[in-house]
């Protein structure tokens, strides 16, 4: 057993100190409770002696009283000196006398004490009993009167009641020992009792969750049948189930029986900045749009399986029109499966929170992208106002105390621990969609600790890859005060644990919108058809939002490049690329759609041929668009600078059914660490990417096919199903641990790590 008295099992036995302590615990209550009661102990003891006394007193006056009566009447007061002489041999007796009708004391033995006086003592009518102090003592004086010819006269009989104080203490000692022995007897006996039990029931606990752990299956578990045996069998099967879901085959379906299984009757919100369905108006009327967001397309194929709320800023221009007094719609119109709850931000708002400290800020602080990122006050200030807002509205929207809160990215890094704070036992998945910098570069923000410290109000914070996990335990541990086990990958903060995990995220498979499309030769011709190109054209595609990270001019000088080193490609080639403009509010993406306008422009005078080389579309394309242009294409260029995962490498490898066309990949992707088959490149050298280019255009099939086949495979094993599954698997231990971790608690024992 370990110095600090735990077992090996990590369950702590009573240790010896614990069992002297509650030995002295039990002993204190015994004195307590006995000097409590002494006062009322001495006082009974003292009324029993005296009592006792007085019963004495009138004994010994009846037996003397007719030789008394005699001796008084005859005078005689030499006998009746020699008679008290005698009574006053009883030892409990002090002293006896006689007080004359006139108030004077005869014959008085020679223990009376001097101070005794008949006046004070003998005067009443009735036997009489009074006590008095002397020398020290008390004494009880009985006096009796005896009536003669003289008139009326008393015997005095005193007694010293020093032999009741002295019982009463000796009866308060006998009492103290035998409540010490029966409350020493009873706590042993507890402790005994309790430490055999605990014992048997928490090695059978340990041997139960080693076997879930293990991956045992069907074994009995060898718990008794008390409730709360009963209940940690339920909750074991029920972590053994999740256990082994990770072997699942990941369809809608099987999320949602998965979802059914491990969380019954889970409530499930989302908390996104960009919502799923943007309504606009337009001369046509309101139209729907569905924005160009990885965010977006992860999560909307999980919502329609699994059902919830999910919450998200309302930016269209017919937003208000379209929700009820609620802010809520229903969402997708046609097949309604979940609901939309929009939150509404003003435009002063949206600069500080969105334009300011998410996008100038974050942004390029977790981009390795070379641009620098700004920090203001004014913009942290409304960050933390939004972050609140939302938290409010999650608050608002639970129907359970223990929902499912699914936070999503870089716009909310507050809201996790504001949600913790009014939902304690909600389970908070806090996903952040793009990179995590090292320390040293996270280092430069003003407010590092307070965005560490918001984010691990998670009960799990999740990232692309292991080596952003990495990069953010490297942060909590030089900015923050907390215990980190890199074992287990958990950060503790104020008794509150957070499990940082690395959660690649993916796309539905199959996509829905190749439902509606033709084939891939049906896809290229009309594509050739609407940028007017010729049928023989090789076709290189990139599709993306207007984001300096995506490297869109790089790929662009790549083409350039190629084209000058070997003039031949000149008019059989075409480079498409879509480019939705996005947060053209800020300054360094609206210099990047101008510059990339204009590099176009440069490139196609410099390559004049029959047909223009580069045509840069900047406009939302809706998703069948984006799959068209995929399944029209030769190659696909993805050239991030940096990305955290990029859902267009894997949604160009999912259009590909034909298992044609080549992915030229930035190894800055998360993505290039599952999608080893693409042509890797780094998006900073142009001579690469051109090499690539080439390369891809002439591939033979036969190699594009086994390449193709392979990453398909990859992406249709890892789809966004287990990527949502996975994480809602890990909820869901999460939550198993913790009520076994409370019941061990509430039985008395801590369970160190299961
Ligand atoms: O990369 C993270 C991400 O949230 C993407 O999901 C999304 O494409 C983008 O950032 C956010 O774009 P927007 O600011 O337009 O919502």
């Not at 933390?384 to 699914?406: H, K």
């Not at 942060?475 to 499990?499: K, M, P, W, Y």
């Not at 059989?572 to 210099?591: C, D, E, G, H, W």
């Not at 249709?716 to 999460?734: F, I, P």
């Amino acid at each position: 057993m370990p110095a600090d008295g735990r077992g090996s099992s990590g369950v702590t036995p009573i240790s010896y100190k614990e069992f002297f302590r509650y030995g002295i615990f039990g002993l204190a209550v015994a004195a307590i409770v006995a000097f409590g009661i002494s006062p009322f102990t001495g006082g009974i003891v003292q009324q029993w002696s005296r009592s006792d006394v007085e019963a004495r007193s009138k004994l010994v006056f009846n037996a003397i009283q007719p030789l008394l009566s005699r001796d008084v009447e005859d005078q005689a007061w030499d006998r009746l000196s020699d008679l008290f002489k005698r009574v006053a041999l009883d030892k409990k007796i002090l002293a006896v006398g006689f007080c004359d009708p006139e108030g004077s004391l005869l014959a008085p033995t020679p223990e009376m004490p001097a101070s005794f006086s008949c006046e004070k003592s003998a005067k009443s009518e009735n036997e009489s009993f009074a006590s008095i102090a002397s020398g020290g003592r008390r004494i009880l004086v009985a006096a009796f009167p005896i009536s003669s010819s003289r008139g009326r006269s008393y015997l005095v009989i005193l007694t010293d009641l020093s032999f009741a104080a002295a019982r009463s203490s000796q009866v308060l000692a006998y009492l103290l020992a035998a409540l010490a022995g029966v409350v020493l007897v009873l706590t042993v006996g507890t402790i005994i009792f309790a430490v055999l039990m605990m014992r048997g029931w928490m090695k059978a606990l340990r041997r139960a969750v080693e076997e879930v752990r293990r991956g045992a299956q069907g074994v009995p578990l060898q718990l008794g049948g008390s409730s709360i045996d009963r209940e940690i069998h339920k909750l074991l099967r029920s972590a053994e189930q999740v256990t082994f879901t990770s072997q699942i085959d990941w369809t809608p379906k099987s999320l949602q029986e998965v979802l059914q299984s491990v969380l019954p009757g889970a409530e499930v919100l989302v908390l996104s900045n960009r919502e799923p369905y943007i309504h606009n108006t337009s001369e046509a009327g309101t139209v729907v749009q569905r924005p160009a967001s990885g965010l977006v397309s992860a999560l909307e194929p999980i919502m329609r399986a699994c059902g919830g709320t999910w919450i998200a800023h309302g930016s269209g221009s017919a937003d208000r029109e379209t929700v009820d007094d609620h802010d809520r719609l229903r969402v997708p119109e046609a097949a309604p499966a979940y609901t939309l709850r929009r939150i509404w931000i003003s435009e002063k708002e949206q600069d500080g929170y969105y334009y300011g400290f998410a996008n100038e800020g974050l942004w390029p602080l977790c981009h390795i992208a070379f641009v620098r990122p700004t920090f203001r006050s004014s913009d942290w200030q409304m960050y933390r106002q939004i972050n609140q807002r939302f938290a409010d509205a999650v608050v608002a929207e639970a129907r359970a105390e223990d929902p499912i809160v699914l936070v999503q990215d870089y716009h909310f890094a507050l809201a996790p621990r504001m949600i913790r704070e009014r939902l304690p036992r909600a389970t908070i998945i806090t996903f952040w969609h793009i990179p995590w910098p090292n320390a040293e570069t996270f280092s430069i923000c003003p407010w590092k600790a307070e965005i560490i410290e918001g984010l691990l109000g998670s009960t799990i914070v999740g990232f692309h890859t292991q080596f952003h996990c990495n990069n953010f335990i490297e942060g909590v541990d030089r900015f923050l005060e907390s215990r980190i086990d890199r074992e287990v990958q958990a950060v503790s903060l104020g008794g509150h644990e957070t499990r940082i995990r690395p959660y690649p995220i993916s796309i539905e498979w199959p996509p829905r919108e190749l439902e509606k499309l033709p084939p891939p030769t049906e896809c290229r011709s009309s594509i050739l058809a609407q940028f007017g190109l010729a049928e023989d054209t090789r076709l290189i595609v990139g599709v993306e939002r207007f984001d300096y990270t995506k490297g869109i001019l790089d790929r662009m000088r790549a083409v350039d490049a190629l084209l000058s080193r070997n003039p031949a490609w000149t008019d059989r080639l075409a480079f498409i690329q879509v480019a939705a403009p996005t947060r053209s509010k800020l300054n360094a993406y609206s210099k990047l759609q101008a510059e990339a306008e204009a590099l176009a422009a440069e490139i196609n005078e410099r390559h004049r041929g029959r047909q223009p080389l580069m045509h840069l579309v900047a406009r939302h394309y809706e998703p069948s668009d984006v799959f068209r242009l995929f399944r029209a294409a030769d190659a696909c260029v993805v050239s991030s600078l940096h990305d955290g995962m990029n859902l267009v490498a894997k949604e160009f490898v999912s259009s590909r059914e034909d298992n044609a066309g080549v992915l030229i990949l930035s190894s800055f992707t998360g993505a290039s660490r599952e999608l080893s088959e693409a042509l890797i490149v780094n998006p900073y050298d142009t001579e690469e990417i051109a090499s690539a280019i080439e390369l891809a255009l002439t591939m033979p099939i036969e190699e594009q096919a086994e390449r193709m086949k392979l990453m398909r495979q990859q992406v249709k094993e890892h789809n966004v199903y287990r990527w949502a599954g996975t994480m809602l698997v890990d909820a869901a231990r999460s939550r198993t641990r913790e009520r076994v971790l409370g019941l061990a608690t509430k039985a008395g024992h801590g369970v160190k790590q299961i």
